[in-house]
C-alpha cells in the first residue's frame, strides 16, 4: 500500500481541477467522486497525468 504524502495530495487536487474530463466535461457527464479519487491505484493515475487534458485520448475516444 502506497503512502501519499499531503503535497501529493495537493497536486493531485490541482491536476483534477485542470481536468475537464474529471470536471465531468464528458459524454456522460461523469465527475471524479472523492472515494474514487483516493483509491491507490486511482491517485496514481491522477498523479501521473494520465487525465490531464491534451493526455487522456483513450478516455477521449471512450467518454466523448
Known amino acids: 500500500?502506497?503512502?501519499?504524502?499531503?503535497?501529493?495530495?495537493?497536486?493531485?487536487?490541482?491536476?483534477?481541477?485542470?481536468?475537464?474530463f474529471l470536471?465531468?466535461?464528458?459524454?456522460?457527464?461523469?465527475k471524479i467522486p472523492f472515494d474514487f479519487a483516493i483509491q491507490t491505484e486511482n491517485a496514481q493515475k491522477i498523479l501521473d497525468g494520465n487525465y490531464n487534458d491534451g493526455n487522456n485520448i483513450n478516455i477521449k475516444e471512450i467518454w466523448n
Open 1 to 20: 500500500l502506497k503512502t501519499y504524502k499531503k503535497e501529493d495530495f495537493e497536486k493531485m487536487i490541482d491536476l483534477i481541477q485542470s481536468s475537464q
Open 23 to 30: 470536471k465531468g466535461k464528458n459524454k456522460r457527464n461523469w
